[in-house]
């Protein structure tokens, strides 16, 4: 039985653009920038600032302990000197519900809040930040039920019952509604302003920001903290962010329609029924276990791990298997940060640029390496970075396109950087920051080089320099769970100090600790 369902891209795209009124006519009407946010700063005359990262964090208790609670007060002591936290996506597990923000999120994060120290009383729908939490979308904050399991839901019995397992599934009765519940949390939510002159006023109060391309949502720490789309841009102390909705121009690529292709399809369809038949097996394992006993509280968070996990790659071969040539891709978007980019490259004042999205285009996890969607990532966000380097020539004076990238959706954190690719993404960093709570991954046994075939030969394309996940067995099994703290200093050519802080779970204890940071 499939546990998770993704959402076509056509309609993540359409539902997220009704529910910020995407260009409505009073919008256009005020030359409204809804892609742009100002964020409040009492010491922009100092250039050198820092700020947190997290990333697939959206987990409860662990089966007697939470992780993400963990991470979360790890960061607490640089929650004074930060100006913001970035999150690269997957806030809410299984499916994004709406009714695990309060376990999964808020309590978690509860001195980030306003009335923080009475979580209980903070609505998922009504959360306002002290610091600043930026977030992506990411997979499972799209994620819905499938049909079947959604009505089994509305019975009287927990779904582990029904399914026979003592797996611990949040997923609620029903999922995020393509996104909907990631949207009232996070988005200025502007569909729910229906009576007259309710969205003027609106506007009137909080798109106020003036920029050079248009007034903008004014994002007040403890006071309004929405933020105007799922994609969006910032520029803080001379450097650029652009936060992407990766879900949106995943797709692979179609299977050609030849005898390679028809041998390709099978494959894939004897992957996915070898998966579901691990999946199956992996339940009925966990139906003996006793999740009042510690070794076999353990074991049901590692299988609860590889039912996600595998779950994951079952989407990854149905996208796969039934995308085609009307398959849609987010031009829209991508268009956007390629003009984006080439503004920001040509504006005098920018010193740097950081992006952010959910899914990584580079990454030796041993899960997502090879994933298609991976793959079909990295081809995309190629084409814009190539396109903005022959629109700007030589502006760039040997400096990569941009400084760094951060993503998440691999349960790991991890560093590398790219060689010689022949694109315009070569010689970047990029960082995953996608162990914050929930089930940590290994890295793939092939190590850390990530080689590409280019015609008939095979490439060097990147290398990894950091891996932080899961590894050790039995006794000796360590889960390293994480967040970065990133300090940014200096003038024309910024620097970015990534400075890694850990939360390991081992042997049934916590050992907090902070890495050797890395100089970008």
């Not at 979580?119 to 600043?132: H, S």
Request: glycine fraction near 6%; include cysteine.
């Amino acid at each position: 039985m499939k546990l998770v369902s993704d959402p076509a891209i056509a309609k993540k795209i359409s539902k997220m653009q009704q529910r910020v009124k995407w260009q409505d006519p009073l919008i256009l009407e005020r030359g409204i920038d809804q892609t742009r946010l100002v964020l409040a700063d009492d010491h922009a005359d100092n250039c050198d600032f820092s700020f947190l990262v997290a990333g697939d964090s959206g987990t409860g208790s662990h089966r007697g302990h939470n992780p993400q609670r963990q991470v979360a007060e790890q960061m607490l002591p640089h929650h004074p000197e930060c100006s913001f936290m970035l999150h690269t996506g997957d806030v809410i597990y299984l499916v994004g519900s709406s009714e695990y923000y309060q376990q999964n999120f808020i309590r978690p994060y509860r001195e980030f809040l306003v009335g923080g120290e009475h979580p209980e009383k903070i609505d998922y729908d009504q959360m306002v930040f002290n610091l600043p939490i930026l977030p992506v979308p990411g997979n499972h904050d799209y994620y819905d039920l499938p049909v079947i399991l959604s009505l089994l839901s509305f019975t009287t019995l927990p779904i582990r019952r029904l399914l026979r397992s003592q797996l611990e599934l949040d997923v609620g009765v029903h999922g995020s509604r393509k996104g909907s519940a990631y949207a009232k949390a996070f988005l200025d939510y502007l569909k729910d302003l229906q009576f007259p002159g309710e969205l003027g006023q609106h506007l009137d109060n909080y798109y106020t920001a003036q920029t050079d391309t248009g007034l903008c949502l004014n994002y007040q720490p403890g006071h309004f903290t929405r933020l105007p789309n799922r994609y969006y841009t910032f520029c803080y102390r001379g450097i650029d962010f652009f936060a992407l909705d990766s879900n949106t121009f995943n797709e692979p690529a179609p299977i050609p329609k030849t005898r390679e292709g028809r041998e390709q399809r099978r494959r894939l369809e004897k992957r996915r029924q070898d998966f579901e038949e691990e999946k199956l097996q992996i339940m009925e394992t966990s139906a003996q276990l006793n999740p009042d006993h510690p070794s076999d509280a353990e074991k049901l968070d590692d299988l609860q791990g590889q039912i996600s996990q595998i779950e994951e790659l079952i989407v990854d071969i149905e996208k796969q298997l039934n995308t085609d040539k009307n398959s849609v891709t987010d031009i829209e978007q991508l268009e956007w940060l390629k003009q984006r980019l080439i503004k920001s490259w040509n504006t005098a004042d920018i010193r740097g640029r950081v992006i952010y999205f959910h899914h990584p285009p580079y990454v030796t996890e041993a899960t997502k390496w090879q994933q298609a969607q991976t793959l079909a990532i990295r081809d995309r966000l190629r084409a814009v970075l190539d396109a903005v380097a022959a629109e700007i020539g030589s502006l760039t004076q040997g400096r990569p396109l941009v400084d760094l990238v951060l993503n998440g959706h691999a349960h790991c954190l991890e560093h590398l950087q790219t060689l010689d690719t022949g694109h315009a993404d070569a010689h970047i960093h990029w960082v995953v920051c996608g162990g914050s709570g929930y089930s940590l991954r290994r890295q793939r046994t092939e190590g850390g080089d990530l080689m590409e075939t280019i015609g008939s030969k095979r490439k060097l394309v990147a290398r990894s320099h950091l891996f932080v996940g899961r590894h050790g067995h039995g006794s000796k099994k360590k889960r390293p769970y994480s967040s970065l703290r990133i300090d940014v200093t200096g003038d024309d050519h910024p620097q970015f100090i990534v400075r890694p802080l850990v939360a390991e779970w081992y042997q049934r204890q916590w050992h907090n600790y902070e890495m050797d940071s890395i100089t970008i």
